[in-house]
């Protein structure tokens, strides 16, 4: 949504902290584990764009949700993937920016059969 200031020059008073170029080659990406409610926002990571996709799965996404007593169970052959509301079958050995990954793109993923800790996630 849209704001509109009624003071003319208001846009030139803020100074925009998470632009690309702050982050000296990375970009900020955020995951969600979707109906994991242990969880309850987006993790943000900055993340080199050229990191294959796969590399981001086991060297960022499953340290921070391993600790979640469904982790063990998740079938990875069968997670369902979405990066900024588009579903997406990712290749695990291309980049980020080939799977479609930007600045500030959400990549949500979905368990088949895992609803969060003791199906609270179906609510």
Known sequence: MGVVSLKPDYE???EIRD???????NQIVYLHW??????????CFP?????PFGAMVENVLKPHYAAHP??????????KWTVDNTEITPDMETSLADNGVGHKSLIRF????????KSV???
């Not at 993340?47 to 990191?51: F, G, I, S």
């Not at 979905?110 to 800790?117: D, F, N, R």
């Open 19 to 25: 632009r690309l170029e702050n982050f000296h080659g």
């Open 121 to 123: 996630g179906t609510c």
């Open 12 to 14: 030139q008073h803020i």
């Open 47 to 51: 993340l080199p764009p050229d990191m």
């Open 34 to 43: 979707e109906e994991h409610l242990s969880f309850c926002a987006a993790i």
């Open 110 to 117: 979905w368990t088949p059969g895992l609803h969060g800790y």
């Open 70 to 79: 469904d982790f063990e169970k998740v079938d990875w052959a069968a997670v």
